[in-house]
């Protein structure tokens, strides 16, 4: 039991660091492309995810930057939540928040990109 919750932390370590790593050129581009889009109107923004590479790159963005989220808010819940219950409630919440949140967005990209 104990090489299997050694093997978890593992893994939530090594992702943690990895989705980080994947983060730095993404939020790269998200900033300076949303710094761009901001002052654009509404077609241009269109046109904008209309292009694959940029709704690609955006897909992965939200996946990385919410599993990011979740492992990080995970972590913080398991460290200073004392309550089984408590903790399991609230990674629940997050979880699900990590999961529908990215979801309405990306299916917003896929209306937007293909109607």
């Not at 299997?4 to 939530?12: E, L």
């Not at 992702?15 to 730095?24: G, K, Y």
């Not at 300076?32 to 654009?40: A, C, E, H, P, T």
């Amino acid at each position: 039991m104990v090489f299997y919750m050694r093997n978890i932390a593992v893994t939530k370590w090594i992702m943690q660091r990895a989705t980080a790593i994947t983060l730095v050129p993404l939020l790269v581009w998200f900033l300076s492309i949303f710094i761009d889009l901001i002052q654009k109107d509404y077609q241009t923004t269109l046109v904008f995810f209309e292009n694959d590479i940029n709704f690609f790159l955006s897909i992965i963005f939200l996946i990385v930057v919410f599993l990011h989220m979740k492992i990080g808010t995970s972590e913080i819940f398991e460290d200073y939540i004392q309550n089984t219950q408590y903790k399991i409630v609230a990674n629940l919440i997050i979880s699900l928040f990590a999961i529908i949140l990215p979801l309405l967005t990306i299916v917003s990209l896929i209306l937007i990109k293909f109607y």
